[in-house]
């Protein structure tokens, strides 16, 4: 079956630019986490959904992310006045409640 | 405060067998996680151990000890395409919470 997919894979974008990006997460899948991960990094958390509602938000930067998942299914993060330090593999999971977390291709984020 | 500790680097010749090693420090423990990563591509899941003791799944065996906050990932009869970063992550107190992950172990295989 299909797994997790992200879109776009490359985003390029200008300082202090809104960003948004997409994570479809496999069906039926009731979680949904960000991470992100820098060169040489582990994956950082983000935030993570338990259906539509944020259960943990506690890993965004700053009060520049914000992301949704209003129908319960796709997610979409977004990234208002982007800054060079954003610039980083932005990784989606889902999860069915058991153990694992799958992971989608990313969206290599740079910001110039 | 969290920590996860694992080698930068290891390497190993074909057909070897490797142990990486993970230590962590949590304020909560409900399950450790190892994933595989290839040079960009996304994590893929390897083990999970929530109970003490050895878990093997073919090549791969993972190890747990919770007292002692340490884990291993053993790799037997090294190959080539093994040659990726290999994440140690731990899981909080309640299922379904987020991972917090090591800065993962680059392994290089070489023939």
């Known amino acids: 079956g299909a797994g997790v997919s992200q879109t776009p894979s490359n985003k390029v974008t200008e300082k202090g630019k809104y960003v948004e990006l997409r994570c479809d997460p496999i069906?039926?899948?009731?979680?949904l986490y960000w991470y992100r991960q820098s060169l040489g990094q582990g994956p950082e958390f983000l935030i993570y959904?338990?259906?539509?509602?944020?259960?943990?938000d506690s890993g965004l930067p700053n009060d520049r992310f914000f992301a949704v998942r209003p129908e319960g299914s796709v997610s979409t993060l977004k990234i208002q006045r982007t800054e060079r330090g954003d610039s980083a593999v932005y990784l989606c999971?889902?999860?069915?409640?058991?153990?694992?977390?799958?992971f989608g291709p990313g969206t290599r984020l740079t910001v110039t | 405060g969290q920590n996860i500790d694992q080698p930068t680097e290891m390497t190993a010749t074909e057909g070897a067998i490797v142990q990486i090693n993970c230590t962590y420090q949590?304020?909560?423990?409900?399950?450790l996680f190892w994933y595989q990563q290839h040079a960009g591509e996304a994590p893929t899941f390897l083990s999970y151990?929530?109970?003490?003791g050895l878990e093997e799944k073919g090549r791969f065996s993972s190890f747990l000890s919770r007292s002692k906050g340490y884990s291993y990932l053993l790799l037997k009869e090294l190959q080539m395409k093994d040659s990726a970063s290999y994440l140690c992550?731990?899981?909080?107190?309640?299922?379904?919470?987020?991972?917090?992950f090591g800065k993962g172990t680059t392994l290089s295989v070489s023939s």
């Open positions: 949590t304020s909560g423990f409900n399950g």
């Open positions: 999971a889902s999860s069915s409640g058991t153990h694992e977390q799958y």
């Open positions: 151990n929530v109970l003490d």
């Open positions: 069906s039926g899948h009731t979680a």
């Open positions: 959904f338990q259906g539509t509602g944020a259960a943990d």
């Open positions: 992550a731990v899981r909080g107190n309640q299922a379904g919470t987020a991972l917090i």
